[in-house]
């Protein structure tokens, strides 16, 4: 059969190409190394294993994404080789049918794409027989699996692309049409979900897919550890409605592109222009002197001349080549995708900010640089040879320089023009956003300047790997195998700065301190690679292959030419630069301080353990009170401290030794304890031991007396310090003042890497019924509350703000002090930041609010003093009086996002709500939410702290949540707190499936954020509902009165489930069960709902609904139960969803109890209802929470068609 | 003027593309006949730069050509034997471009240079249309262009007249011969009669050997007297070849002429015969043949 053999061979052409081998390996690669390697999890992590159905979905699916640049090298050539090889004119001479060329090619080629895209469930098949592999981490292995992945879900999603490829292909007899609709699908890809980026449109962008990822995440979305390890994806619901979409698209261009496919068309003579000055032209022919050969001038002017003119002309082939016209389409729309996104969660978006521009522009355009040096390298080495101009070119007297810088120019322009555009488009995406600070050198020196520099010097890897190598595509695979080096090295715990090529310190950026000091230690590192690449560069002149290619050997001996002086004068300072920084940087990397990698650290936290963790149980005394000095030095990177502490004995034993642990980065010219002598001092981990000439009696005070130093010096190969900065300091006491007694938290917290070295499992936390934990609080075990005052100075230019009332401010020489003293106990917690501030100030009720925050950043410093106020108004009442006359909001540099509540101290990071941006005032309000958050935790953390005891992070962090939404409620109204809890809601059920140990109740949460926020706020609102808000607050007072500033024993979470059964009565204890002491999940549905007009003018209303109960286990396996609480019915004038939706649009809202698990309920009302919902406010924890509303239909035509 | 002394180059792969060639080339044109695959464009990539070979030494003059490459470019033209174009630019543009690295750095003068040589190839007309839509000889005499931009002192030509129609080669043998006399010009060929017609000077390349040189008529000298020819069947010629030292046959009507090299006169009906050039070719290579079992080698040369 003649379709068969085409196809047949077409598979063996296919089989023998490069692309064929190349996308294999590629394919191959990527997968394994994301298999065998710890630190690449694709769909994996936590109880979900590396090898469980849903983990190899998502790898191979990802990979799918990466194949579409594979497809046209298939599918495209398959049919364009012919017209490409002069071959078509014999060829569509032959008696071959339309149907058997067209189909044979295509089944021929598409069986290799298959092929050669098996290299991805290979890769990821051997892979997990890697040694390296943690076997816990494995299912065993299931072929099936893969078969199936592969063949249902991946294999389909091709054939559809490349169909439509294919069809493009035969439609344009163009490679370059091919490759614009596959960047029109990826455009396309992006763009729309870029645009459909909210949880509303979850399903179509679901369905519409290509690649299936959003499919798989919407199908896969609330699935738990146990379903993502145990059930492959069926073909059903969304996922068939995809394929039946994409189907038929592919389906629709191939009978189009068939219908227009003639084999007559395909040879076209390209257009000349008619010369129309000919008559004038022979006129001019005559007179042209024919003899003349030119004389040749020799000196450096000419060679500056052919050098000018060979970059003019390697830049122009570049430019006007359609490829380069794709890449830069292709990063246009990256770019632009990038800056667009800014979000700070919520759905908001902060301001278009310089910094944030940048980040942008290196986040989204990195990979694509790559590729293109990648790419462009090839092309750009290989020009002369590929179209055989080389031996013309190469007999030229032009000296090799000329070739090869002109080359390199012609890349590293591309590169920069791809920068430059991303700068042009953040600038426009600024001035669209209305913020008009330009910061045009902070975008040239970040933005050009230092993203263009590794990317230059990457060119010149490319550049000398491809001028050493026989064959461009040799030279591609090296720099792919590169590239993927650079991801993997730092696995392996090789991080030295000294042998990995072109790659710089890290160099976050911030607002506030600029650069800072991290650009320099930077700038050391790349000036060493850039000696290099001189280097480099200079050995890729020398090799520079002209006319045949040579064997290496006989090109090596170019390398005499390095006795010349022009080339030996560069090569020496090269070399010197690469000696002298090289030396620089492992002076200050590996002398001034010390080279430890991740691995090393591991070893040292395991070492730790193993020395001292006899310890953990020594009973230690606490500090009770804390007077400290710090003089803060953020020019010269240098924090003095001086301290007295009082420390006291309040277990009933003797004491007769004291361990002392210092962080280890600290000098210690003193310590003094009183009556005791220093036993030992290990320098490593800075543990002291000090053995008491007394022993220190049950309630005996000792006095605690040191200095400690930081002082830091040079750079390290990473992690350099982001705390003690230029502008924008913020330490905490556990930076600079000891711990009394073994600290748990230097040990290796990881179950995978404590099992890796041999070491039992840590629990997260201990069990809530471990009593000998309650008079520990969670924060730091070594002390309980404390009297607290401190002296801190700092340069004239800023001011430096710890917990406390300022007490005392002066000058001295060119440092201001500042003296602070609480009049209330505080936890052993306190913070330094100094930076140069800008002050807002107001006041509520005689309590101070003071904003300090980075100038520029005015634009929410309003809202947060509106959220503090609202707080202390509703607190003050609900809870109990705030215990400081002071509440300040401080700024620190984005280096780390986060707010955090020290007592009357509320450090605010500029990442997140300073600079979130709310004109759009239907959003949520984040920076009034997260003050309102750190207000309640004065109350939640600082008042009422709790043990060091499962659930102790819901009473500060569940009960901050709660606070907040009061207050967020009471602003904003119902609809928004609805908006917010969808968010909530999503992020606990989203998150549930890959927690590492498994879920728990939310009164057992162990540390697990997506508890203890997520599921808390979700649960405290439904509960406020539940039992009425005045029930929860007067148990929350009941629970500050009982525990409030207590620490012998602190509150643990089941005091509060208690007082809440206690105050909300018998009738709701199984609901605060279900809440708070089981893992409980609803699903209740609105089914059906009509409407019918009664002969009194008023409405009947009868109602379908469902409604079920399960209470899950820790991996998610359910168990079903009664569905026994009541829940909310509710009949509407407009749907709650919709905008603009209001109070007045309510009809009916009341808790029913509904019996059965398929019930149908009547109401009568006034009004005729358009919608109808079970849980229209979504309260409860539901996986399924748009089924809860559906529209009211009128009775008679649903009777109508029914029949 | 150009000197090569105990040139050998052999491939990685052991091949032996050149086996110690010696040749003293003056000025004027120089032929350099061989069969496919003798390693005739190796020698001329070597001697163009392009190549470096295991052994021996190239001098120009008083330059060495493989040591100073750059200097030997500044006065080389070289026609490839097969060469493409990039895919954009005129003719005219990509002469101009290659006139800058030819060094004519003064934009007047490099304008006649250009133009001349235009007219001179007869491309005028087309100067303006992209290169890459050339025919083959189109394409041809671009290259011939070219390699005479600045007056090169040594030029190179490697297969010169492949692909252009007899009027074109006329022009080119034309152009070739007036700057022929001043300054060396190889020209590789395997046609004989290109040679006979422009070159004082020649050699014959085989397996990588200089198997004969020196001047046509002394080459046919040599063998006067010696050539004998015949008319036969076609199914007699393996006979003749098993017999006789057969030179070369051609088909002529139907019927086979064999030329056969000989002491005397081998009779069977041979008469003697006029010695041309194509017989001193056919009798060098078959000699060769004969002697060097590297057949092998010959065909893995023109790789």
């Known amino acids: ?26 394919f191959f690669l990527l997968t394994f190394f994301a298999m065998s390697s710890d630190n690449v999890r694709i769909g994996a992590g936590g109880n979900v294993l590396v090898n469980s159905p849903f983990a190899l979905t998502q790898t191979l699916l990802i990979i799918n994404v990466f194949a579409i640049f594979s497809i046209p090298a298939f599918m ?6 012919d017209v490409d090889h002069k071959f078509d004119g014999i060829l569509f001479s032959t008696p071959i049918s339309k149907t058997d060329y067209l189909f044979g090619r295509f089944f021929g080629s598409f069986i290799a794409l298959v092929l050669a895209l098996s290299g991805a469930p290979l890769g990821s098949l051997l892979g997990t027989f890697w040694p390296g592999v943690d076997p816990e981490t494995l299912a065993p292995t299931n072929l099936g699996h893969y078969f199936a992945i592969y063949f249902t879900l991946v294999v389909p999603s091709i054939l559809a692309i490349a169909s439509i490829i294919y069809a493009v292909a035969v439609m344009s007899r163009s490679i370059m049409y091919s490759y614009l609709a596959v960047m029109g699908l990826l455009i396309l890809y992006l763009v729309g979900f870029r645009l459909l980026n909210g949880p509303e449109y979850r399903e179509v962008t679901a369905l519409l897919d290509p690649f299936m990822m959003r499919t798989l995440g919407e199908y896969t979305r609330y699935w738990t550890a146990i379903e993502r390890n145990t059930t492959l994806l069926g073909y059903d619901g969304i996922i068939l409605m995809n394929r039946l979409i994409w189907f038929g698209i592919a389906a629709g261009f191939v009978a189009l592109s068939y219908g227009l496919f003639s084999f007559r068309t395909a040879a076209k003579m390209p257009k000349e222009k008619k010369n129309k000055t000919a008559i004038a032209d022979s006129a001019h022919k005559e007179t042209i002197p024919t003899g003349i050969r030119g004389t040749a001038i020799w000196s450096f002017g000419t060679a500056y001349q052919q050098f000018l003119l060979r970059t003019r002309f390697e830049v122009m082939s570049v430019l006007k080549s359609l490829p380069f016209l794709i890449v830069v389409g292709f990063s246009v729309f990256i770019t632009f995708t990038a800056l667009f996104n800014r979000n700070v969660g919520y759905g908001l978006d902060a301001y278009p900010v310089t910094r944030l521009m940048i980040q942008a522009i290196e986040g989204g355009l990195g990979l694509a640089l790559i590729v293109v040096i990648i790419f462009y390298s090839a092309d750009i080495i290989w020009r002369e040879r590929t179209t055989k101009f080389s031996e013309i070119i190469d007999a030229m007297p032009a000296p090799n320089w000329v070739f090869v810088v002109s080359k390199l120019i012609a890349l590293a322009f591309v590169l920069v023009t791809i920068l430059v555009l991303g700068i042009v488009m953040a600038i426009a995406v600024q001035l669209a956003g209305g913020y008009d600070s330009f910061e045009i050198s902070l975008y040239l020196q970040r933005g050009l300047m230092h993203l263009s520099m590794p ?40 991080e030295h700065p000294l042998y990995l090529f072109a790659e710089g310190l890290d160099t976050p950026l911030s607002d506030m301190n600029g650069s800072g000091r991290f650009i320099e230690g930077d700038g050391w590192v790349r000036a060493y690679w850039a000696a290099f690449s001189v280097l480099l560069l200079l050995f890729t002149y020398l090799l520079w292959s002209r006319g045949t290619l040579q064997p290496l050997k006989f090109r090596l001996r170019n390398l005499r030419e390095l006795k010349q002086l022009s080339l030996a004068l560069p090569a020496a300072v090269a070399l010197i630069a690469l000696v002298g920084t090289g030396w620089y940087i492992f002076y200050n990397t590996n002398v001034l301080n010390s080279y430890v990698t991740a691995d090393d650290r591991e070893l040292q936290s395991v070492a730790y353990e193993q020395k001292y963790r006899q310890y953990e149980n020594l009973p230690m005394p606490r500090t009770i009170s804390v007077n400290i000095d ?10 003095e401290t001086r301290s007295t502490q009082v420390l006291e004995n309040k277990t009933d034993q003797a004491i007769a030794t004291v361990h002392i642990l210092f962080p280890d980065n600290l000098d210690i010219p003193l310590l003094e304890l009183e009556g005791a002598k220093q036993a030992s001092h290990d320098k490593d981990y800075n543990y002291y031991i000090f053995d008491l000439d007394t022993p220190m009696v049950p309630g005996e005070k000792r006095t605690l007396k040191f200095e400690t130093i930081i002082q830091q010096q040079g750079f390290q190969h990473a992690g350099n310090d982001v705390t003690l900065v230029r502008n924008g300091t913020f330490i905490n006491n556990s930076d600079i003042t000891p711990y009394i007694g073994f600290f748990p938290g230097g040990m290796l917290a990881d179950r995978n890497t404590r099992r890796k070295h041999g070491l039992d499992p840590l629990p997260r936390t201990p069990k809530l019924e471990e009593a000998n934990q309650y008079g520990n609080n969670y924060i730091r075990q070594d002390s309980d509350f404390i009297t607290f005052e401190t002296t801190v100075s700092t340069v004239a230019g800023q001011t430096v703000i710890s917990p406390g009332y300022l007490e005392k401010e002066w000058i001295e020489g060119d440092r201001r002090y500042f003296t602070y003293k609480m009049d209330a106990p505080i936890l052993n917690f306190y913070s330094y930041l100094s930076a140069e501030y800008e002050v807002v100030q107001d006041e509520f009720e005689g309590i101070n609010i003071e904003v300090f925050h980075h100038a520029p950043h005015t634009y929410n410093v309003e809202r947060m003093i509106g959220a503090v106020k609202d707080s202390l108004a509703y607190f003050n009442k609900a809870f109990s009086p705030y215990q400081h006359k002071q509440v300040r909001i401080l700024e620190f540099p984005s280096y780390r996002t986060f707010a955090q509540a020290f007592p009357n101290t509320i450090p605010y990071s500029e990442g997140i709500g300073f600079i979130a941006d709310i004109t759009d005032e239907s959003k949520i309000d984040l920076p009034y939410y997260v003050t309102a958050h750190e207000m309640a935790h004065q109350w939640w953390a600082h008042q009422v702290m709790s043990a060091n005891t499962q659930g102790g992070t819901m009473l500060v962090e569940t009960l901050a949540q709660y606070g907040a939404l009061l207050v967020m409620e009471q602003k904003y109204g119902k609809d928004q707190i609805r908006k917010f809890l969808k968010y909530e809601l999503d992020r606990y059920l989203s998150a549930r499936g890959g927690d590492p140990e498994g879920e728990l109740p939310l009164y057992r949460v162990e540390n697990q954020q997506y508890i203890h926020y997520r599921k808390g706020a979700v649960i405290m609102y439904a509960l406020k509902d539940y039992v009425g808000e005045d029930v929860v607050n007067r148990s929350l007072q009941r629970l500050i009165k009982l525990r409030a500033y207590k620490s012998a024993p602190y509150a643990i979470s089941s005091d509060l489930v208690e007082i809440l059964k206690e105050e909300a009565g018998p009738e709701n204890t199984g609901l605060i069960e279900d809440f708070f002491e089981k893992i409980t999940l609803f699903d209740v549905k609105m089914k059906d709902s009509t409407v019918e007009e009664m ?17 899950a286990d820790k991996e998610g396996r359910e168990t079903k139960a009664d569905f026994d609480i009541p829940v909310d019915i509710g009949l509407f004038l407009k749907s709650p969803a919709a905008d603009g939706y209001g109070a007045d649009d309510v009809l009916m809202l009341e808790k029913r109890r509904i019996t059965g698990a398929k019930s149908t309920i009547e109401i009568i009302v006034d009004k005729k209802p358009t919608f109808a919902g079970i849980d229209p406010y979504n309260k409860l924890v539901d996986r399924n929470s748009n089924d809860n509303l559906a529209a009211v239909e009128e009775a008679e035509k649903v009777l109508a068609s029914n029949e | 003027m150009l000197s090569i002394k105990n040139l050998t180059h052999t491939y990685p792969n052991g091949v032996q593309a050149l086996k110690n060639i010696n040749l003293d080339i003056p000025k004027g044109m120089f032929g350099l006949l061989g069969p496919n695959g003798a390693g005739k464009s190796s020698l001329m990539r070597t001697i163009a730069t392009l190549q470096q070979p295991s052994e021996g030494s190239i001098m120009f003059g008083d330059t060495n050509v493989l040591t100073e490459p750059d200097v030997i470019r500044r006065t080389l033209g070289y026609l490839p034997q097969d060469f493409g174009v990039y895919p954009r630019g005129s003719a005219y543009d990509l002469l101009d471009h290659l006139a800058v690295l030819k060094g004519i750095t003064n934009s007047k003068e490099r304008k006649q240079v250009v133009e001349g040589l235009l007219v001179q190839t007869n491309l005028f007309e087309v100067r303006k249309k992209k290169l890459a839509t050339f025919s083959g000889g189109m394409r041809q005499r671009f290259g011939i262009a070219q390699a005479l931009i600045g007056n090169p002192q040594l030029i190179i030509v490697d297969e010169p007249t492949a692909g252009l129609d007899p009027e074109e080669r006329n022009r080119f043998h034309n152009l070739l011969s007036e700057i022929g006399e001043d300054v060396v010009v190889i020209l590789s060929t395997h046609i004989v009669s290109d040679v006979e017609d422009l070159c004082p000077n020649m050699a014959i390349l085989a397996g990588g050997e200089i198997i004969s040189q020196g001047t046509p008529a002394d080459l046919m000298a040599e063998i006067e007297g010696r050539i004998w020819k015949k008319v036969i069947e076609k199914d007699q010629l393996e006979a003749h070849k098993a017999g006789y030292n057969v030179i070369s046959n051609h088909l002529t009507i139907g019927r086979v002429a064999v030329r056969v090299n000989a002491e005397g006169n081998p009779g069977d009906g041979f008469e003697a015969t006029a010695a041309d050039l194509e017989d001193v070719y056919f009798s060098a290579i078959n000699t060769s043949r004969k002697n060097g079992a590297d057949a092998s080698a010959d065909t893995a040369v023109a790789a």
């Open chain 1, 1 to 26: 059969m003649m379709m068969l053999r085409i196809a047949r061979n077409e598979l063996r052409y296919m089989l023998k190409s490069p692309q064929t081998i190349v996308s294999f390996a590629i």
């Open chain 1, 76 to 81: 495209a050539n398959a049919l364009l080789k």
């Open chain 1, 455 to 494: 990317f230059v010097m990457m060119a010149v890897l490319a550049c000398f790997v491809q001028v050493l190598v026989k064959n461009r595509f040799i030279g591609m695979m090296i720099m792919v195998v590169y590239l993927i080096s650079t991801i993997i090295l730092n696995q392996f715990g090789f």
């Open chain 1, 630 to 639: 710090v003089d803060i030095y953020p020019y010269k990177r240098r924090v």
């Open chain 1, 1095 to 1111: 002969a009194d003018g008023r409405f009947k209303v009868s109602l379908d609904v469902e409604v079920a109960k399960v209470y």
